[in-house]
């Protein structure tokens, strides 16, 4: 029976199907093509790309009694206790290094054009944890638990500033 079925299969439900150009339409534009540099920033994210592009790291704090946690990426509630009472806050820009890989193959730009590049995750001072990328360091002289510090590199057409970080040397 079910091959009968098959059989009087007019194909109708194949010309439903929406053509490619409307999937396409209901994707991102930046994903399609080459990965943005930056988001693009919004009324909210917009503190902490000026403040890059200032030099400084902004993270969020929540000020709910009882609570006080940071958080990173920048949420507009507390992911700890969920309070709207979440201020930012500048980073003091230390932070240890939790893991890392070095990527040698990336086709995507602007990755394509500086590789190899280590991407990593990093423990802020402050206590979140951030995926970043750590620059002016071999992949082969890492180590877990290396102090590492902010630094900012412009980043692109917009030359919006990106956070990465490099290994800490103190000066003395
Ligand atoms: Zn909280």
């Given at each position: 029976m079910g091959r009968a079925g098959a059989e009087r299969d007019d194909g109708a439900h194949l010309a439903r199907r929406p053509p490619r150009h409307e999937l396409a339409d209901l994707?991102?534009?930046?994903s399609l093509g080459a990965l943005p540099v930056t988001r693009d920033a919004d009324a909210f994210t917009r503190p902490y790309w000026d403040a890059a592009n200032q030099g400084r790291l902004l993270i969020r704090r929540c000020h709910a009694a009882g609570c006080g946690a940071a958080h990173h990426y920048p949420r507009e509630f507390c992911p700890r206790c969920w309070s709207e009472d979440v201020h930012w806050e500048r980073a003091s820009g230390r932070a240890s290094l939790y893991t890392w890989s070095v990527v040698?193959?990336?086709?995507?730009s602007p990755f394509s054009g500086r590789l190899p590049y280590t991407a990593a995750v990093v423990d802020l001072a402050e206590g979140p944890r951030m995926m970043t990328e750590v620059v002016g360091?071999?992949?082969?002289a890492l180590r877990v638990g290396m102090d590492l510090y902010v630094h900012f590199r412009p980043g692109g057409a917009d030359g919006t500033a990106v956070p990465v970080f490099r290994v800490f040397r103190p000066t003395v």
């Open positions: 994707v991102p534009r930046q040698h193959m990336n086709d995507l360091c071999p992949g082969f």
